[in-house]
């Protein structure tokens, strides 16, 4: 018998799922009898999957100001109503804020359900850096509330070793430390494409000052005049679309921004590029890394988080301080300048991306396997 496990999330799905989202929770339900509790993207067509029914997505509130708010003040009586009905013997919660809900959501329903906690990033900085600026004002709360998550799930599972160590600076051993799903089938089947001819930097992430869009554009304003015949592309939407809007109106030949990609798209875009630059302060284990490696790409990144996993500096890529706007800058021209470099890194960049990519029927087995130690 499979066993039944609630997934718990604030992730946005939109309806049908792409491929990649399909592949993912398709191998999951043929692991485990799962139910989804997640929300509905604002601008999905439709609302149900109908071949995945065990999605229950909440629509987004109005006005959208407060959507955040009233999803998580509401969240642990939706999640006791399943309790209730579904009866799972594990709960997955995405964050250290889904898992309080979750607990009291537990003490709601009277269940004895076990809570398996992910931890995708550094809860430090979901309210510092990101979002509205207005947020900082609840990251102390924030910082005792996943605190406080963490001691009380019956299993954590961070996806790097850096969040690792997060975790057991609070007195807590993991139960597992592995990456969460990355679908890289749309960037591995077919060789990696030579670099192009011209230096062509992308970034490629949410428009969030986690991960240093602001730093980046100030870099970009000092290393750009150095190389004229570079440029950089931006690739992504969020908060701090402004910064972009002013780099571009600034250095309107050497900057380019799309604000959505397909993942086939994103391939292509990595193709186009000779170098992934994402100098972030903040980042759990990122998706866009694995995928550029996956083409062939090195990767220019802030030494933070879990990037030290799959970055190794002079190898595949470049670690620095992202808070060092200068050294940003200098690498920027160093790299953009400097053709063998490159060359160097890209050749080792797909290789060094293997130990992070997972089949979705391999990644659901490594689920099942820390459901099953959990609920034991």
Same mark, same amino acid.
């Given at each position: 018998?499979?066993?039944? $496990? ?30 989804? @509790? ?18 229950? @997505? ?22 006791? !109503? ?8 594990? %709960?997955?919660a995405e964050s250290p804020f889904e898992a309080a809900a979750? $607990? ?27 979002g509205s600026p207005a947020r900082k004002v609840l990251g102390?709360?924030?910082? +005792?509330?996943?605190?406080?998550? &963490? ?18 600076? @609070? ?5 597992? +430390? ?5 679908? +890289? *089938? ?40 150095? &190389? ?20 571009? !109106? ?37 998706? %866009? ?9 090195? &990767? ?14 002079? +190898? ?13 800058? *200098?690498?920027?021209?160093? %790299? ?5 470099? @490159? *060359? ?17 029927? *391999? ?7 820390? $459901? ?5």
């Open positions: 018998m499979r066993p039944r $496990v609630l997934f718990v999330g604030r992730t946005r799905y939109r309806m049908p799922l792409n491929d990649t989202l399909r592949r993912k929770w398709k191998a999951l339900a043929d692991a485990l009898d799962i139910r989804v @509790l997640a929300t509905l993207a604002a601008d999905s067509p439709e609302r149900r999957d109908e071949e995945l029914r065990f999605f229950e @997505l909440v629509a987004p509130a109005r006005p959208r100001r407060l959507d955040g708010a009233l999803f998580y003040a509401l969240l642990p009586v939706r999640v006791a !109503r399943l309790l209730r009905r579904f009866r799972p013997q594990v %709960v997955i979750v $607990v009291l959501a537990r003490r709601l329903a009277g269940s004895d359900v076990r809570i398996l906690l992910e931890i995708h990033g550094d809860w430090r900085t979901a309210m510092r850096l990101y102390p709360l924030a910082d +005792v509330v996943a605190a406080w998550s &963490v001691r009380r799930a019956d299993g954590v599972r961070p996806v790097s070793t850096y969040l690792a160590d997060l975790v057991r600076g @609070l007195g807590v051993e993991p139960v597992a +430390v592995f990456p969460a799903f990355i679908d +890289v *089938e749309p960037f591995v089947d077919r060789p990696p494409t030579p670099l192009p001819d011209e230096p062509r930097a992308i970034f490629i992430g949410v428009l969030e000052l986690y991960k240093n869009i602001d730093g980046l554009a100030a870099a970009w304003r000092r290393a750009a005049p150095r &190389v004229p015949q570079a440029t950089l592309r931006l690739v992504g939407t969020g908060s701090r679309t402004d910064i972009v809007e002013e780099l571009l !109106r600034d250095l309107p030949e050497q900057t380019q921004w799309t604000p959505v990609l397909a993942t086939p798209e994103v391939a292509r875009a990595l193709d186009e590029a000779c170098v992934l630059v994402l100098p972030s302060r903040s980042e759990g284990l990122g998706r %866009v890394i694995v995928e550029s490696l996956c083409r062939g790409r090195p &990767v220019l990144a802030g030494r933070t988080g879990g990037t030290p996993d799959v970055i190794k500096d002079g +190898v595949n890529g470049i670690l620095l301080d992202p808070e060092d706007r200068e050294t940003l800058a *200098e690498t920027l021209v160093r %790299v953009l300048s400097d053709r063998e470099l @490159l *060359e160097r890194m890209a050749g080792a960049a797909r290789a060094s991306a293997e130990p992070f990519v997972a089949s979705p029927e *391999e990644y659901a087995r490594r689920i099942r396997d820390v $459901v099953a130690r959990v609920a034991a």
